[in-house]
């Protein structure tokens, strides 16, 4: 534990004791000096009654700048919600940032979010209504309304002292957004191109016309991307009308880039790896189980094509000896190339061009790596079994085993994209069990030819 972890600790410790104590004014001004990230982090170590209390010492808008930091998909989020009085909690739901509130209500069920945004004024909560329709996971599901736009005939000194006022609700103010007499976005202006402006400078003179936007139901995906290349801080979300209905800030960007990560992880490892600590051993393997079973299955498939060659491994008992070399490899070889693929097709778009090229050049470099492995294992063999045309069969499957895996573990995920399947869900598990199954057939396949020569040999 370093020292700012240990201060923080000691600082929890001070903060219970005022709970404890009753020491309303103490609690309070050690509580709201913590940045909110560490008022959440204490939150989450308190017991129903602790929470209470702090209801009665905190405002309602004090408790959603900590709310605002809290992760929506916590599973605790509906018990805080309904520990708390009704209008307290509508009033703290109103407080946070548009995107934030939308997200943890989200997680609610219909008639719970009813009951919330009856509390809140009309405007407020068809605001909230109208960003629960949009799918979660497109620009916008993560996008907030909490932002600042002025009219293209303002003056520099008129927008600072409209800035004033929306300074206070606005999630960002580093960019400003310039809109038309049609409530068409037109331009954008960064707060320091604004402050520097004299007085009667006017917007639509001194605006930056090529706007880079979002379209609301672009995936969440396309949006990092977007941040990743022109490294913003926020961009605007637009209807098919170009009608400005929102940004999406770096922070929910963040956040989509760690949820897209945790996605691809989960797929090729084939398992959900967001399991939480408070999953049993019942409800954790019921997670694992099904990708198991069905894998299992797929096995069974490699396992029959085996007892298919019981003659061949009678006749040469040694060729059992390689089985799990060649399927092993392979199965590493496939995964490889399976984590290469994905990712590429995480960061850029691939056309029909670019796809046949990419499924060439994984099959040179899968060519390439199975003639290297290959003829180290002929030599391997060789050597250790005194048999060089046993070490060529061995060498000859690898290298065909290698090449097939490879190709599949590159072609499998580009294809799922192009039917717009996530490519993720060919996992790892998925890719070596399938390499399992070419591997043993293209093994037994060329034993088959050579047989007698190494039988003999």
């Known amino acids: 534990m370093d020292e700012n972890e240990k201060k923080l600790q000691e600082k929890f410790i001070q903060l219970k004791k005022y709970l404890d104590k009753g020491d309303k004014k103490r609690f309070r001004k050690t509580y709201l000096d913590m940045h909110f990230y560490d008022q959440s982090t204490f939150y989450l170590t308190l ?10 010492i905190l405002e309602p808008d004090e408790m959603g700048d900590m709310f605002d930091t809290l992760e929506d998909d916590l599973p605790e989020i509906p018990e805080y919600l309904n520990e708390m009085n009704l209008t307290y909690a509508s009033q703290m739901l109103n407080d946070m940032y548009d995107d ?22 009309r405007a407020d909560a068809n605001n909230l209504r109208g960003l629960l329709h949009y799918d979660t996971e497109t620009a916008g599901g993560i996008m907030t309304t909490d932002y ?60 930056n016309s090529d706007i880079i936007t979002v379209n609301v139901d672009a995936d969440q995906a396309e949006v990092a991307k977007v941040f990743r290349d022109y490294e913003f801080l926020a961009v605007p ?13 770096v922070d929910d960007v963040i956040e989509v880039i760690d949820d897209e990560s945790l996605q691809d992880y989960s797929g090729l490892a084939g398992v959900s790896v967001d399991e939480t600590v408070q999953d049993n051993p019942l409800k954790a393997a019921s997670k694992r189980l099904p990708w198991l079973i069905t894998l299992l299955l797929l096995s069974m498939i490699t396992a029959t094509l085996i007892n298919h060659y019981e003659s061949l491994l009678a006749e040469a008992s040694i060729l059992a000896v390689f089985i799990s070399t060649i399927t092993g490899t392979a199965g590493n070889a496939g995964t490889q190339s399976l984590a290469v693929a994905v990712r590429r097709l ?39 079994k005194h048999n060089f045309i046993l070490g060529m069969v061995i060498g000859l499957a690898m290298c065909a085993a290698i090449t097939v895996a490879n190709l599949a573990g590159s072609l ?9 399947f996530d490519p993720a869900v060919a996992s790892g598990p998925f890719i070596s069990t399938l390499s399992d199954l070419t591997s043993v057939l293209i093994y037994f396949s060329i034993a088959g030819m050579f047989l007698q020569s190494f039988v003999g040999a």
């Open 412 to 420: 499998i995920p580009m294809l799922m994209s192009s039917f717009g």
């Open 237 to 249: 979300v637009v209807d098919h009308s170009n009608q400005m209905v929102g940004i999406v800030t």
């Open 346 to 384: 995480a960061v850029e778009e691939i056309d029909r061009s670019e796809f046949f090229k990419l499924v060439g050049k994984e099959l040179l470099t899968g060519f390439i790596t199975g003639v290297v492995t290959g003829a180290s294992v002929l030599l391997l063999v060789g050597f250790w």
């Open 148 to 207: 600042v736009i002025f009219h293209e005939e303002e003056t520099a000194k008129e927008a600072i002292s409209n800035l004033k006022r929306f300074a206070e609700t606005a999630e960002t103010i580093y960019y400003l957004y310039v809109l038309d007499n049609h409530d068409d976005l037109v331009g954008v202006m960064s707060l320091r191109d604004l402050i520097v402006l004299d007085d009667n400078a006017i917007l639509k003179d001194n605006m």
């Open 47 to 56: 017991n129903k009654d602790e929470r209470l209390s702090i209801y009665t």
């Open 100 to 121: 934030n509130a939308a997200d943890i209500l989200e997680h609610l069920d219909k008639v719970e979010i009813d009951r919330f945004l009856g509390q809140m004024p």
